[in-house]
């Protein structure tokens, strides 16, 4: 059973450019989470979907930033007009639709703006 | 003041020795509590449940105080692998299934 799979593991853009970070969960699970983990500091939550559903955005940055789980297909984290302070790890994790809430992450995307 | 706040070390200690991490969380609604470990530049990966009766994993002893909002980890009998960062993460009930996250606590273990 594979894990939670993420892709690119390593993004470079410049500034002003588009970031679309990619995240398969684990077989079967249909919970989606995005975390973010800046240089130095702990995970922080982002956002957390259900298939082709937001559940809560709360950690979003207002501007710039989308995510996105469809129906078919991985859950996309999308950053617009990139900036320096968006390089980052960005964090993938999953869970089963009930009972075992245990989020497994995956192995996440470093983003690096320059 | 920060939701999950943990001493970021590092605790240098040798084979064999027994360490604590304590960590203290300021929602008191918070239900669930885990400690992860995350390697360097690796991903988080559950090592415990952390549960208000205790609970013991091998050499992992995991402890919560409700009362003081206080989780501990215990590690016995340290080994070289255990070198990593170790996270305390809470989540709030009522069907709010994000983590928080505190800025970890890193462990060196040495020969």
């Known amino acids: 059973n594979a894990g939670v799979m993420q892709n690119p593991r390593h993004l470079v853009r410049r500034r002003g450019q588009e970031a679309r970070l990619r995240c398969s969960p684990m077989?079967?699970?249909?919970?989606v989470y995005w975390y973010r983990q800046l240089p130095e500091e702990g995970l922080k939550f982002m956002v957390y979907l259900q298939k082709e559903n937001i559940i809560d955005e709360s950690g979003m940055p207002k501007e710039r930033f989308s995510a996105e789980f469809p129906k078919e297909g991985p859950s996309i984290l999308r950053i617009q007009q990139v900036v320096r302070g968006d390089s980052a790890a960005y964090f993938c994790?999953?869970?089963?639709?009930?009972?075992?809430?245990?989020?497994?992450f995956g192995p996440g995307t470093r983003l690096l703006v320059l | 003041r920060k939701e999950v706040e943990q001493d970021p070390g590092p605790f240098n200690v040798p084979e064999g020795a027994t360490v604590a991490f304590n960590c203290t969380y300021s929602?008191?609604?918070?239900?669930?509590f885990f400690w992860y470990r995350q390697d360097c530049r690796k991903e988080p990966k559950l090592l415990m449940s952390v549960y208000s009766s205790g609970n013991e994993d091998g050499r992992f002893t995991a402890q919560l105080n409700r009362a003081s909002q206080y989780i501990s980890l215990l590690i016995r009998d340290s080994k070289l692998s255990d070198s990593a960062t170790y996270l305390c993460v809470v989540r709030k009930g009522g069907g709010g299934n994000k983590l928080t996250f505190g800025t970890g606590t890193q462990l060196k273990v040495e020969l």
């Open positions: 929602n008191s609604a918070s239900q669930s």
């Open positions: 077989k079967g699970h249909s919970h």
């Open positions: 994790a999953s869970s089963p639709p009930s009972g075992d809430e245990t989020q497994y």
